[in-house]
Every structure is written in structure tokens, then in C-alpha cells.
């Protein structure tokens, strides 16, 4: 089976060659997807063994992982994996988060903070900001209880989910709008822990205001109802 | 009184520019009636104030002034909303066009094939470029 990785970047000109080296171990390919970063993310990165596609503006997250994932699908993958350019995904997940698809147990598999492997460096208003999200996604969107940790990026899925997972959300609700899209359409999920690691540099680069980024979550959900 | 013919006059310059709009296909046959119903009943409050009062009554506001408020700031909300479901829709076409340029770069790259021999198909003349069915 092709395992292609799909890696969205975004001014991680600093960070991204570690990062790739690390997931390159794990993957047969790479697709990095430079959402228009004013630094040499792209160009770092075409350095490694990967492929490297670029948007000509910045679009968001949710869109670079978009065009990643049809890019994979065109390179013939039959499992596609999402992880972040920044670092806070542990590479050694990589094989538990595969492992189910391979074994045919299941379509969709979601790394999640909150199934026994401590996160490290998690601040306490990240947590809370998490779980209060996750009680919007349960009440505002219907997404099962289940779910522990909806906000979480690294997801695999197999080609034929890919294809089925329709999502459009061009910014951080893509999360939300890709869960809802996978607990409603019949196919067989899993979450497995995930450890995620936050360095003062992630935290810094994320943005300070988290808060923030959950009411524009919310609002965008909202939006995105009525523009199907 | 002057503020009455103005008004007027104001509702029926809206009025001719919508159906022009509609004539020149740049908005729909029933945007172009919704304002047109908004003009006429606006030129209609205008010229018949009093009828405002008969209508606040019905719908249980104290004056007829304070029902044109309500109205009005209903009517900016829902106006606003599809202002942001317009922007959304852009946004989104954006996206995909942004989407497209990257793909292209994808599939058309001479340095992909050498790396990935097999996987993406690049024919030497440009005109007869293509890639693999997936």
C-alpha cells in the first residue's frame, strides 16, 4: 500500500526540513503544500525527497490540506495522512495512526491528546479552549461524544475516504467540517493517542489569542451552512 | 413637505436603477421584485405616514416610527448575512483557483518525473503534456 503524508506549510522555513526528515522514514512520499509563505518554506523544502506544490496566496490550512490530499489521491496513494509542518506531531504515531487501515479495521483513523498519552508542553488555557470545543462540536454540530479531541490534525485516511470526505472549510474549521463528514457517512473510524508536543516556537508561532480562533471557528461553521 | 418629495423621489431612482440592473442581467428576476417591494413600500410609507400607525398597531408597536426602525434593522441584518455568504462563496472560488495553479505545478514539473519515475508521465513536446488517469 502507498502511504503518501500530507504536510501543509506556512512560514515554517525554520522548522520544516527537521520535520521532514522525520516523517520521510515513515512515509513513500511527501506532499508539502507551501500555503503562500512570504519565506523560503518552498524552497527548503524541494531540497528534500518530496514533493512540494505551492499556493500562490495564503488560503488556510483546511485548503492546503485540500489540495495536498487531491495531489496524493493523483500520485496514486491508497492511505493518506495528515500532519502539521510545525513539529508537534510525534513521528513515531505514524505507524498506530496507519496501522488500522492496514489491518482493514478501518477508514478514517484521529490522533487525540486526550486518550492517555500526555501532551507535552500543553498550556492549561490550550486544554480548556480544547475541551470547550469539543462540547461545540458534540452540541452545535452533532458530532459523537466519542470524538475526544476534534481540533486534532494528524488524521489517515484511505483514498476511497479521501474521495468521500467532502470538505471545504479553507481555515482551522476544516477539523470540525472533516469530522462531521466522517461520523456521518458510514465510514468506520478510530481514534488512537497521539502525543503532541508543544515547543515555545509552536506556541509562538500558532498565535497568542486561541480564544479567538475559536469563535472564528464557530462563525466560519456558521457561514459555511449557507454556502454549499 | 419637502422631506416627502425627496423621499420619493429617492424610491423611484431606486426603483429605475433595479430594473435596470435586472434589464442589464445583474440581478435576478426576484432580487429585482424584493427591492421593488421595499421602493414601492418605502415610497408608499412616505407619501401615507399615517399608514404607519395603522401597521404598528397590528403588529403591536407603539408608534409607527419605531416599527420602520425595527424593520430597518432587520432588513441590514438579513442584508448584511448574504453579504457574508456572498464573501464566503468568493473566498471559496478563490480557493479553487489557487488550488488548480498548485495542482498544475504538480502534474507538469520535469524534475517530479525524474524523482518519481512512472508516476507522473510528462511527454517531451508541452502541447501533448499529460498525466496518468488516477
Known sequence: ?????????????????????????????????????????????RMERVHVLRHAINRGQGASLRTGTLAALKLGADV??????????????????????LEGQADVVLGSRFL??????????RRCVLKAGRWFNILALGIPKKVTDPQNGLRAMTAEAARRIDFHQDGKAHAS????????????????????????DSLN?????????????AWHLFIGVFTK | MLIQI???????????????????????LIEALGWSVLCV?????????????????????GRGVDLILYAAVAIQFFLIFKLFVSHEKTERLLTKLVQNGA????????????RWSGEILVNQDSSTRHTPSE
Open chain 2, 6 to 28: 425627496l423621499l420619493v423621489l429617492g424610491f423611484v431612482l431606486a426603483l429605475w436603477i433595479t430594473w435596470k440592473r435586472y434589464r442589464q442581467d445583474v440581478i435576478t
Open chain 1, 116 to 125: 492517555g498519552v500526555e501532551a507535552t508542553g500543553m498550556p492549561l488555557l
Open chain 1, 1 to 45: 500500500m502507498k502511504v503518501i503524508g500530507v504536510v501543509p506549510a506556512f512560514k515554517e522555513e525554520t522548522r520544516i526540513v527537521n520535520v521532514l526528515r522525520a516523517y520521510l522514514a515513515y512515509f513513500d512520499e511527501i506532499v508539502v503544500v507551501d500555503d503562500g509563505s512570504s519565506d523560503r518554506t518552498a524552497e527548503v523544502a
Open chain 1, 177 to 200: 467540517e472533516i469530522l462531521r463528514c466522517v461520523t456521518r457517512s458510514g465510514l468506520r473510524w478510530v481514534e488512537i493517542p497521539a502525543h503532541i508536543i508543544y515547543t515555545q
Open chain 1, 80 to 101: 493518506i495522512v495528515h500532519v502539521d509542518a510545525d513539529g508537534q506531531h510525534d513521528p513515531k504515531d505514524l505507524p498506530n495512526l496507519i496501522k488500522p487501515i
Open chain 2, 103 to 114: 495542482l498544475k505545478d504538480l502534474s507538469f514539473r520535469p524534475e517530479e518525473q525524474e
Open chain 2, 41 to 61: 413600500g418605502g415610497g408608499v410609507i412616505s407619501l401615507l405616514p399615517k399608514l404607519t400607525e395603522y401597521l404598528a398597531a397590528i403588529f403591536g408597536v
Open chain 1, 205 to 217: 508561532k500558532a498565535g497568542t489569542n486561541r480564544t479567538s480562533d475559536a469563535f472564528r471557528i
